[in-house]
C-alpha cells in the first residue's frame, strides 16, 4: 500500500464509493506503489477522469479476526457540496 485514508466525509463520492478511515491503498485506478510520486499521481489524475469511474484495490483491516482482506471497490470523482472531488 502506498496511502493509508485519514478520514472520509460523510455523503462524499469516497463515501459512496465504501472507502472508510484507515483503510490501506494498493491501486487508484493505474497508480501504485511505484508510480504514485508522493500521492501526487493521484491529484493530478482525478480532475481529467471526474466523471468517470476508478477502479480502487485496498486493504481493509477487520477487527474481529485482526486480518486485512483485500477490497475491490468503484470511485467515481465529481463535485459534490465539499470540498475536491473525493471527500477522502
Same mark, same amino acid.
Given at each position: 500500500?502506498?496511502?493509508?485514508?485519514? /478520514?472520509? $466525509?460523510?455523503?462524499? +463520492?469516497?463515501?459512496?464509493?465504501?472507502?472508510? !478511515?484507515?483503510? %490501506?491503498?494498493?491501486?487508484?485506478?493505474?497508480?501504485?506503489?511505484?508510480?504514485?510520486?508522493?500521492?501526487? /499521481?493521484? $491529484?493530478?489524475?482525478? +480532475?481529467?477522469?471526474?466523471?468517470?469511474?476508478? !477502479?480502487?484495490? %485496498?486493504?481493509?483491516?477487520?477487527?474481529?479476526?485482526?486480518?486485512?482482506?483485500?477490497?475491490?471497490?468503484?470511485?467515481?470523482?465529481?463535485?459534490?457540496?465539499?470540498?475536491?472531488?473525493?471527500?477522502?
Amino acid at each position: 500500500p502506498f496511502a493509508r485514508v485519514d /478520514a472520509v $466525509a460523510s455523503g462524499s +463520492p469516497a463515501d459512496e464509493a465504501g472507502l472508510k !478511515e484507515e483503510d %490501506l491503498i494498493v491501486t487508484f485506478g493505474p497508480i501504485h506503489q511505484d508510480n504514485n510520486d508522493h500521492l501526487k /499521481a493521484i $491529484a493530478d489524475l482525478v +480532475p481529467y477522469v471526474a466523471g468517470e469511474q476508478i !477502479e480502487i484495490c %485496498l486493504l481493509r483491516h477487520k477487527i474481529e479476526d485482526d486480518d486485512w482482506e483485500t477490497v475491490n471497490l468503484k470511485l467515481t470523482p465529481r463535485p459534490w457540496s465539499g470540498r475536491g472531488l473525493l471527500g477522502c
